[in-house]
């Protein structure tokens, strides 16, 4: 069983920068292939960027060149810093380990204009 348990959420001015971090409590393997979600409100959740084994990383259209995604397994920890944010960057980001199918509770990220 794995748990995940996202941080670092909170409210910006649009072009600040958060760092969300979400720490993986279980087996070593859920830190493979991991990934970074959103949803905003009356909206679909979206992929937002991804992390293979291989340090292969992914992004989405919307996100590219502002948001860069990390992990330090030693930590058994993934981040997601995100740098010049709009507020189109408003919504509830969730992490989730493809490996072992499981997701966190979300993390509240509020870009004001």
């Known amino acids: 069983q794995v748990q995940l348990v996202e941080s670092g959420g909170g409210s910006v001015q649009a072009g600040g920068s958060l760092r969300l971090n979400c720490a993986v409590f279980?087996?070593?393997?859920?830190?493979?292939?991991m990934s970074w979600y959103r949803q905003a409100p009356g909206k679909e959740r979206e992929f937002v960027s991804g992390?293979?084994?291989?340090?292969?990383?992914r992004y989405a259209d919307s996100v590219k060149g502002r948001f860069t995604i990390s992990q330090d397994n030693g930590k058994n920890t993934l981040y997601l810093q995100m740098n010049s944010l709009k507020p189109e960057d408003t919504a509830m980001y969730y992490c989730?380990?493809?490996?072992?199918?499981?997701w966190g509770q979300g993390t509240q990220v509020t870009v004001s204009s």
């Open positions: 989730k380990t493809d490996n072992c199918n499981s």
């Open positions: 992390i293979d084994s291989r340090g292969s990383t």
């Open positions: 279980g087996s070593y393997v859920c830190m493979w292939d």
